[in-house]
């Protein structure tokens, strides 16, 4: 009981001393530690605090996709923090820093604070200008979920290309786009979507924002990725894993790149906002 109550201040210490002191309480404190004083903290059931939704979707031990819960995510970082610090290690610059650390300890303490004081409601997501560079001859693909409006937003931020490819389970593709708009191919997507058997052109941009299709897009592009660098844009809040396998993969795939991390929200009423966490590889 005496350990349960010192996490609590360590925790919040961590909202102001950043990633290496979330790093600290994961290595001395077992994880229903962790839980028993956010519990506690909390003021709510453990069962209640079990189940609260994390916003991701995890992996069962038998494979199953399910939606993460705090605990599920609690137990993700706890057990691999060292890929979270190998991360961390490879960001670019001190925002990417600040948005990491404060995403990581969301996981280990679910509190809102945490995820709006990163959040970046100036620039638009996928398409920072201050890190993501667009040109007239572009090639862009965008592997995106179905219903999404896929192609404005980059005419909207970006305007320029040579050619886009849409990756979608779709309906009508394309009846809102301008009659102006050429060069833009829509195809339907799958999981084991294969960029590189797909599109021989040079690819300059990838933007992933689909279930479960991060790591399977990634290795299906490889190729691309290794030889030709095209600029990456990857949701990594779909699972809760992404946090350390995409950037790992990436790197391993390209060792040149450098690392960018932004958060965003949508509905940000809500008790529970609707968040992304995004990558980019430039």
């Given at each position: 009981m005496k350990k349960q109550k010192s996490i609590m201040p360590r925790i919040r210490k961590a909202m102001t001393d950043g990633f290496?002191?979330?790093?600290?309480?994961?290595?001395?404190?077992?994880?229903?530690?962790?839980?028993?004083?956010?519990?506690?903290?909390?003021?709510?059931?453990?069962?209640?605090?079990?189940n609260y939704p994390a916003g991701v979707l995890s992996t069962t031990h038998n494979g199953q996709v399910v939606k993460g819960t705090y605990l599920t995510s609690l137990k993700e970082i706890h057990t691999n923090i060292g890929g979270y610090e190998n991360f961390y290690s490879m960001l670019y610059d001190e925002e990417s820093k600040r948005v990491f650390a404060n995403m990581s300890l969301y996981r280990v303490y679910p509190f809102n604070k945490l995820a709006n004081d990163v959040c970046d409601s100036v620039n638009p997501i996928f398409f920072d200008e201050n890190i993501i560079k667009t040109g007239k001859t572009e090639v862009f693909a965008d592997?995106?979920?179905?219903?999404?409006?896929?192609?404005?937003?980059?005419?909207?931020?970006?305007?320029?290309?040579?050619?886009?490819?849409?990756?979608?389970?779709?309906?009508?593709?394309?009846?809102?786009?301008?009659?102006?708009?050429?060069?833009?191919?829509?195809?339907?997507?799958?999981?084991?979507?294969?960029?590189d058997a797909e599109i021989k052109e040079r690819?300059?941009?990838?933007?992933?924002?689909?279930?479960?299709?991060?790591?399977?897009?990634?290795?299906?592009?490889?190729?691309?990725?290794?030889?030709?660098?095209?600029?990456?844009?990857?949701?990594?809040?779909?699972?809760?894993?992404?946090?350390?396998?995409?950037?790992?993969?990436?790197?391993?795939?390209?060792?040149?790149?450098?690392f960018y991390v932004r958060h965003y929200h949508f509905n940000p009423e809500k008790p529970l906002p609707d968040m992304k966490t995004i990558l980019y590889a430039v």
């Open positions: 290496d002191a979330t790093v600290q309480i994961l290595q001395t404190c077992r994880p229903d530690e962790i839980f028993d004083a956010v519990t506690n903290d909390t003021k709510v059931t453990p069962f209640e605090m079990a592997i995106c979920d179905p219903g999404e409006d896929t192609v404005s937003p980059y005419l909207r931020h970006c305007g320029r290309y040579s050619r886009i490819y849409v990756y979608e389970v779709f309906e009508n593709p394309g009846e809102d786009l301008p009659e102006k708009c050429k060069d833009i191919v829509f195809r339907k997507t799958s999981a084991d979507l294969n960029l690819l300059s941009f990838i933007k992933i924002d689909a279930s479960g299709a991060g790591i399977n897009t990634i290795e299906g592009a490889a190729g691309h990725i290794k030889n030709h660098s095209p600029k990456l844009a990857v949701n990594i809040s779909r699972f809760d894993t992404d946090f350390r396998e995409i950037p790992s993969l990436i790197h391993s795939i390209n060792p040149n790149y450098k």
